[in-house]
């Protein structure tokens, strides 16, 4: 065989690799509001695994399809969103399934309930078609979908307001290293990786690498679950100032 000439294209390298369609699933009890999303998923060639007009049905439709990402509304007759995103994210089966909030936001109160319940983020259902593709696939990666503007008064709105109270000792608070908790009380003002990174004097890798330990040894799915962590725990505090020494 002759050897290839000058200029040709070598034919034994391996294929790129093509990802595989994200799927979804809609939840939502307004039959042209699931049209609606399903027409721009489509057109941007993400599969609509099934549709559901209520809570119930929507976990069995993930529990049957298995999809990347779930558009949850919040009010649904019978089974609401809220349960019905508790029911999907404690189930183990589906550990790679994340779930995005529906939202009105100026009248809905259930939005943080639906973030300690699981939910990966949240979105308006006016969202641009952009902005709704972009977030499914940033979800599908991992990460979470809380603006960092949104996310303190957000927090502030609906978490409990209760006296500053001090930390008691904690197993899993107690594996982090003081600059991971630094970070993690940063991270709970609503701060983004760039502005954490201007504040502490470290490059956003480095800012990414702390976030990423700081999931694993609390066992958190993402930045939103750790956000609720945060102020659960008594970490960080509704309406306080910025942590001291942060």
Do not use: C, W
Not at 9 to 15: A, L, Y
């Amino acid at each position: 065989m002759n050897p290839p000439t000058s200029g040709s294209v070598p034919t034994d390298h391996p294929p790129l690799r093509v990802h595989p369609p994200l799927r979804v699933v809609i939840a939502d009890d307004q039959a042209l509001v699931r049209t609606g999303f399903r027409m721009i998923l489509a057109a941007d060639g993400i599969d609509v695994t099934a549709e559901a007009a209520d809570g119930a049905e929507a976990v069995a439709a993930v529990r049957r399809t298995r999809p990347d990402v779930v558009l949850m509304d919040i009010r649904m007759p019978q089974t609401d969103g809220i349960e019905a995103t508790r029911r999907i994210v404690g189930d183990a089966g589906l550990d790679g399934t994340r779930v995005i909030i529906l939202t009105t936001y100026d009248l809905d109160t259930y939005v943080y309930a639906a973030l300690t319940a699981g939910a990966s983020g949240f979105l308006l259902k006016d969202v641009t078609p952009e902005h709704l593709v972009a977030a499914l696939r940033l979800v599908r990666t991992g990460d979470a979908l809380l603006a960092p503007t949104i996310t303190r008064r957000l927090i502030e709105r609906f978490a409990p307001r209760e006296e500053p109270r001090t930390v008691a000792p904690h197993r899993d608070l107690s594996g982090l290293s003081p600059r991971e908790m630094e970070v993690l009380r940063l991270l709970a003002t609503g701060l983004s990786n760039a502005e954490l990174a201007s504040r502490l004097f470290l490059s956003p890798t480095t800012v990414k690498s702390h976030i990423g330990r700081i999931l694993s040894k609390l066992d958190l799915r993402d930045r939103v679950q750790a956000v609720v962590f945060a102020y659960e725990t008594g970490l960080v505090t509704p309406g306080g100032d910025t942590p001291s020494g942060a």
